[in-house]
């Protein structure tokens, strides 16, 4: 149900003149991150309607999307940024980013950036958090116990009813985000075995990447495509050399598919405890001059170029808003 604070709220913070809250706030830039977009046929991620209506949004009340390399160029040469700037971006380079969201946000004049999972879009491997849920859930077993990549760890899995199910799904992702990850895709035939489902040749429909003929024309809309690492493994889990090849390979894939030298980057998870100085470390060494976290706030004047921000885009118009405008920032600024 709508809440009617959050309502007048949100509508007084669209009408706030930006050039009041420029002295007050200083110079920032919401920047948003999607994952997956539905055209109303599937239930993953964002319904497109739901995106449509927040992009209406923005070009009613004149926000000025920027692409993240534009930000990145700006923030490089101490640039100003224009009022009511916004960024959007969406991660691991799902068909739908290519066939439902870029002609979206084409139609919107908002540029995107899509961060590719550079194994994906080569077809030699699928994200491994979507194959421990495609797992559990085709597993016609009621519950197994599952040999983990840690060195003598078990796990009891529990596939009971529909919700001991989904409890397992969420629990082993964060389970194995928290191990290792340098055996981690060696590691799932063992996970396919012990849920006695067979091993799927390709990425289910449900999952399947975008090709890079559907990359090139992504860009040629005016969209920018960055890598997201080769197979989406967690940077701060690995060892030093697994973590710079993720980095350093997926940059040059890029580059030689696109054409284009990437300078912007997105870590796995992106979580404060998903990459480290070291990870950043690489990344600059690779050409990368702006690369973005998920950790939910604004970016603001003075944030670190390798670790900004983003906010995952809410479900709601007003929680869209009240991250857009100033009123998220100004929250931020009072709980400090
Ligand atoms: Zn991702």
Redesign the pocket.
């Known amino acids: 149900m709508r809440n009617p604070l959050k309502h007048w709220i949100a509508a007084a913070a669209l009408r706030t003149p930006a050039a009041l809250l420029r002295p007050l706030l200083g110079q920032f830039c919401p920047i948003f991150v999607l994952?997956r977009v539905h055209d109303g046929s599937g239930t993953r991620g964002h319904s497109a309607v739901h995106v449509e209506r927040c992009l209406a949004l923005l070009r009613r009340h004149r926000f000025r999307p920027l692409a993240l390399p534009e930000l990145a160029h700006r923030l490089a040469a101490d640039e100003p940024l224009p009022p009511k700037s916004v960024v959007f971006t969406i991660?691991?380079g799902f068909a739908d980013h290519a066939e439902i969201a870029g002609p979206l946000f084409t139609r919107y004049d908002v540029p995107l950036t899509c961060?590719v999972?550079t194994g994906f879009l080569d077809g030699t491997l699928w994200?491994w958090d979507d194959q421990i849920a495609h797992a559990l859930t085709q597993s016609p077993l009621p519950g197994f116990t599952l040999p983990l990549p840690a060195e003598g760890a078990a796990w009891q899995v529990d596939l009971a009813d529909p919700g001991a199910r989904a409890a397992a799904i969420g629990a082993l992702r964060k389970q194995l985000k928290t191990d290792p990850q340098d055996r981690l895709y060696d590691w799932l035939p063992t996970l396919y075995a012990a849920a006695a489902v067979e091993v799927p040749e390709r990425a289910p429909e449900a999952c399947r990447p975008m090709r890079w003929d559907d990359a090139t024309r992504f860009v040629a809309a005016g969209h920018t495509i960055a890598p997201?690492t080769v197979s989406?493994r967690i940077l701060a889990r690995l060892g030093d050399a697994e973590s710079r090849a993720e980095i350093t390979r997926s940059v040059a894939r890029v580059h030689a598919m696109t054409g284009e030298a990437p300078r912007v980057f997105?870590y796995?998870?992106?979580r404060a405890a998903d990459f480290t100085a070291r990870d950043r470390g690489f990344a600059a060494a690779a050409g990368i001059d702006c690369a973005v976290s998920t950790e939910p706030r604004t970016m603001v004047a003075g944030d670190h170029a390798l670790a900004l921000p983003r906010f995952s885009l809410p479900d709601s118009v007003e929680d869209f808003v009240q991250y857009l405008s100033f009123v998220e920032l100004l929250k931020e600024r009072l709980r400090r």
Do not use: K, L, N, Q
């Open positions: 994952h991660d691991d961060f999972i994200p997201h989406h997105a796995p998870t992106g």
